[in-house]
């Protein structure tokens, strides 16, 4: 029986490998250019059917009105409660245009509010920040009254299920749009220091915007007001079920960002209150409403 080396049966394997790979490739470059996909003919009831069937239209040509309740989140001194509604008309049954509105109707101080009002100190270093701690709530920026206008996009829509047995059809509403906010702010002032601009020191007194009486101690302009008007984009997302043909609920965020000053404080630290303290907040609110449909017949697809 002959034998062979090692090195030669090193040799044979790696040709038998050799050929094996070749014989495999040109397999497979057989494959690839003689691949082709397959038209599948359908036939029967299903011939030319289109993909969905009986689609419920919950939007096209329809207005919904929806009263709301919100509530602003993130912050810093004070939360906005605020009751309003909004009304949409949809073109498509993905598309709209729509306005909105509502008012603060209370506040809830946050715990770095109420701290500062129960802890703080005040002396002539932060006298024009914080005149009288007490006062410090009302002092705070305050945002009143709310509105806009926005476009609506409603790209994703299903069925849902809860617990096999309420059975609800639900979408996600994308909206852009423009705001418009009533914001109510301390009044501007200068702080002073025996009758001259402290200059971002120490400060004795303050000098109200448009009143020309000194005011000792700065504590009348602690609770001196001005209001205004902000416009900023508005932006965010809805989820939308609908229960039955007219009625669903609207689980809702909304940004709206745009600067004002939150605390009433010098933020710019050059010993007076004015445009310049006014601090970009993201100023996002979630909204539960209640969406009324009409015309209350939903119409279906072929």
Same mark, same amino acid.
């Given at each position: 029986m002959m034998k062979l080396a090692p090195k030669t049966l090193l040799r044979i394997g790696i040709l038998a490998a050799l050929a094996l790979c070749l014989v495999l490739g040109d397999g497979l470059r057989e494959g690839v250019g003689t691949a082709s996909a397959q038209d599948v003919q359908v036939s029967g009831p299903?011939?030319?059917?289109?993909?969905?069937?009986? /689609?419920?239209? %919950?939007?096209?040509?329809? !207005? +919904?009105?929806? @009263? #709301?309740?919100?509530?602003?989140?993130?912050?810093?001194?004070?939360?906005?409660?605020?009751?309003?509604?909004?009304?949409?008309?949809?073109?498509?049954?993905?598309?709209?245009?729509?306005?909105?509105?509502?008012?603060?109707?209370?506040?809830?101080?946050?715990?770095?509010?109420?701290?500062?009002?129960?802890?703080?100190?005040?002396?002539?270093?932060?006298?024009?920040?914080?005149?009288?701690?007490?006062?410090?709530?009302?002092?705070?920026?305050? /945002?009143?009254? %709310?509105?806009?206008?926005? !476009? +609506?996009?409603? @790209? #994703?829509?299903?069925?849902?299920?809860?617990?096999?047995?309420?059975?609800?059809?639900?979408?996600?509403?994308?909206?852009?749009?423009?705001?418009?906010?009533?914001?109510?702010?301390?009044?501007?002032?200068v702080g002073l220091n025996e009758g001259a601009p402290s200059g971002g020191g120490d400060v004795t007194e303050c000098l109200i915007e448009g009143n020309p009486t000194i005011d000792p101690g700065c504590t009348g302009s602690q609770l001196a007001r001005s209001k205004r008007t902000a416009i900023a984009p508005s932006f965010g997302i809805s989820f939308n079920a609908f229960f039955h043909d007219f009625l669903g609920i609207a689980l809702r965020w909304r940004g709206i960002p745009f600067k004002y000053n939150t605390g009433g404080t010098d933020n710019n630290r050059d010993g007076q209150i004015d445009s310049n303290d006014r601090i970009r907040q993201f100023n996002n609110m979630f909204t539960f409403g209640l969406i009324f449909v009409l015309p209350p017949k939903t119409k279906t697809t072929d």
């Open positions: 299903l011939a030319g059917a289109t993909s969905v069937k009986k /689609l419920r239209l %919950w939007r096209a040509m329809r !207005l +919904h009105v929806e @009263p #709301f309740f919100a509530f602003t989140i993130g912050d810093e001194y004070a939360r906005s409660l605020i009751v309003g509604g909004e009304a949409r008309f949809h073109f498509v049954d993905w598309f709209g245009i729509g306005g909105w509105g509502g008012y603060t109707v209370g506040k809830l101080d946050m715990d770095l509010t109420k701290e500062i009002q129960s802890k703080s100190l005040t002396n002539n270093a932060n006298r024009l920040d914080l005149p009288r701690r007490q006062n410090f709530p009302d002092q705070i920026g305050r /945002l009143n009254w %709310w509105s806009g206008v926005e !476009l +609506h996009f409603m @790209p #994703f829509r299903g069925k849902l299920a809860m617990f096999q047995k309420v059975f609800f059809d639900a979408d996600l509403d994308f909206f852009v749009g423009a705001a418009f906010v009533g914001v109510e702010e301390r009044t501007n002032a």
